[in-house]
């Protein structure tokens, strides 16, 4: 399955799972109300912080797979492998659901601040909420080696489905079985159990076939061993990534009440639509960067890796800019909620733009990971964690969702201009000032110039109809895509192409 193909299933299937998570969200607002809608934005902070213990087993499983498709007969070392994790990730997910139950009383108690809710259902739900991240963090195994395998269209559209059940089967039963929260989180376990049986059934029947016969359950330390480095290193960066993008979170959940941690929930759901939208590219291109150099084609890896990056800056710090400059009329549109408008514009608009930065700043990992060597990806994750994990905690504790917000993205703006010319440096040398001077900032620049005369013009009021609203700032959104994307040389080269051919047409008619 080519790049582009791949690309494109993964866009699909991103914004189709964002959107149908804007539209829904505010619904779930509605019925389920602040509080208990708060409890499912515990449940995602929940969920993100118990990805520590997947140690860089699932990248390191993607990755194995795409090299092994690289390789001849790659995937006979590479079932072992996967035998092996499975037996890794049955214990940690069995550790997961007894060390949550065990402490479900204390997180009810001692954590959630909540005014309305029984602790009795807060306990049941947080137990709940445990047995759940173990089914989706145990399929994500599998999930990670069906992408590895670039089965991607195929699991764009399991996606898909399986996101309708989790949204609009939820929403079904708030609307006309139960609002009970309780309910709410019995139905997502079961669509997880079901995600869990979909992903291992497929991964298995697209394993290539191989000469040995590997029992079902088994373990090889040799093949283990021989991919730690790796998984270690990924496991390492993932704890220090969750650090930097969570730390706030969780320290907000214990400032705020459970209601307005529901508020700060929906901003970071709209945050996080930046970073969504990265997610496909990044999907599309790490198997094939990995591939490539696996092959030594590494000026083609580098053509992919330009190109990507390119259409990366287009969309994602397009869309980065729109959320941030129209923020109050946009969680308006979304909510018709004034309240939360107001109460999130100064917010959404930090954590939007520095998301933008972040998924630009990105693409050095993706270089990391291809070559296979993640030591500057450690060392450079330790001294942003180092530096940001207590700026994050002094600005969240003192200046609340605000302060917590202008450190992101600060931060994200000075580690991006220091840290990938030094990853560049090291990997390719020669290729960094081209890159960023040719390739991506005359992108930014006209992004920045043409969103600024954007909202000079086009200034939007939280008192016009919400549909109205909403159309408006997905025009603006569009005209600054297309004025942008004339900055971008493989989008310009195709418009003058088209351009030459069609005069040439013309000029053979007359």
Same mark, same amino acid.
């Given at each position: 399955?080519?790049? &582009? ?16 998570? /804007?539209?829904?969200? $505010? ?32 990248? #390191? ?5 795409? *090299? ?10 590479? @079932?072992? %492998? ?30 959630? @601040?909540?005014?309305?809710? @029984?602790?009795?259902? +807060? ?37 898909? =489905? ?12 708030? =609307? ?70 969570? #730390? ?17 929930? +929906? ?7 930046? #970073?969504?939208?990265?997610? $496909? ?23 992919? *890796? ?7 800056? %287009? ?6 800019? /729109? ?5 109050? $009329?946009? =969680?308006?549109?979304? #909510? ?5 408008? @107001?109460?999130?514009?100064? /917010? ?27 030591? %500057? ?9 180092? /530096? ?32 990938? $010319? ?49 159309? &408006? ?27 030459? +051919?069609?005069?040439? +047409? ?5």
């Amino acid at each position: 399955m080519s790049v &582009k193909t791949n690309t494109i299933a993964n866009y699909i299937g991103q914004i189709y799972m964002m959107l149908i998570g /804007i539209v829904v969200t $505010p619904l779930y607002l509605q019925y389920l109300g602040a509080e208990a809608y708060g409890l499912v934005g515990f449940f995602a902070l929940m969920q993100a912080w118990m990805n520590l213990l997947d140690m860089g087993l699932s990248p #390191t499983l993607g990755r194995q797979a795409a *090299y092994a498709r690289g390789q001849i007969d790659g995937f006979e070392t590479f @079932k072992y %492998l996967v035998k092996s994790f499975e037996v890794i990730f049955l214990v940690l997910a069995l550790i997961i659901i007894c060390a949550i139950y065990f402490l479900s009383d204390w997180i009810a108690l001692s954590w959630i @601040k909540s005014e309305t809710i @029984k602790v009795e259902t +807060l306990v049941y739900c947080v137990v709940l909420m445990g047995v759940m991240i173990g089914f989706r963090w145990f399929a994500g195994l599998y999930r990670s080696g069906i992408n590895g395998l670039e089965y991607q269209v195929w699991l764009n559209t399991a996606n898909i =489905i399986l996101t309708s059940l989790k949204f609009l089967g939820a929403l079904f039963l708030l =609307i006309f079985i139960s609002q009970d929260v309780r309910h709410f989180f019995e139905y997502q376990l079961c669509i997880g159990l079901i995600e869990l049986i979909i992903f291992f059934l497929y991964f298995y029947k697209k394993l290539p076939l191989t000469k040995s016969r590997i029992p079902f359950f088994s373990f090889n330390f040799n093949v283990v061993r021989s991919v730690a480095p790796f998984a270690l290193g990924v496991a390492y960066t993932a704890s220090i990534w969750i650090l930097i993008t969570q #730390t706030d979170k969780l320290i907000l959940s214990t400032v705020l009440t459970l209601s307005e941690f529901g508020f700060f929930s +929906l901003i970071a759901l709209l945050a996080s639509g930046v #970073t969504m939208l990265a997610g $496909p590219i990044a999907q599309a291109i790490m198997p094939r960067l990995t591939m490539l150099l696996a092959q030594d084609r590494k000026d083609e890896m580098l053509k992919v *890796y330009t190109v990507s990056s390119q259409v990366t800056v %287009l969309f994602i710090f397009s869309l980065a800019l /729109i959320i941030g400059l129209y923020a109050e $009329p946009l =969680i308006y549109a979304w #909510t018709g909620d004034i309240k939360a408008a @107001k109460w999130g514009s100064d /917010i959404l608009i930090w954590f939007a733009l520095g998301n933008g930065v972040l998924s630009i700043g990105a693409f050095q990992y993706y270089l990391q990971s291809a070559f296979g060597q993640l030591k %500057l990806h450690v060392i450079g994750s330790t001294i942003s964690a180092i /530096i940001q994990v207590p700026l994050i905690y002094y600005a969240a504790t003192n200046h609340g969702a605000v302060g917590a917000g202008m450190v992101w993205f600060g931060f994200r703006c000075i580690w991006f201009f220091v840290w990938t $010319p030094i990853v560049h440096r090291y990997f390719v040398p020669g290729f960094h000032l081209k890159w960023l001077c040719k390739d991506i900032i005359p992108i930014i620049i006209t992004n920045v110039i043409t969103s600024y005369v954007l909202f000079t013009f086009f200034e939007f009021s939280i008192d016009e109809n919400r549909l109205i609203l909403l159309i &408006k700032m997905i025009v603006i959104g569009l005209v600054l895509i297309a004025i942008t994307s004339l900055s971008v040389p493989v989008v310009r080269n195709l418009f003058i192409k088209k351009y030459l +051919l069609i005069t040439s +047409l013309m000029k053979g008619s007359g």
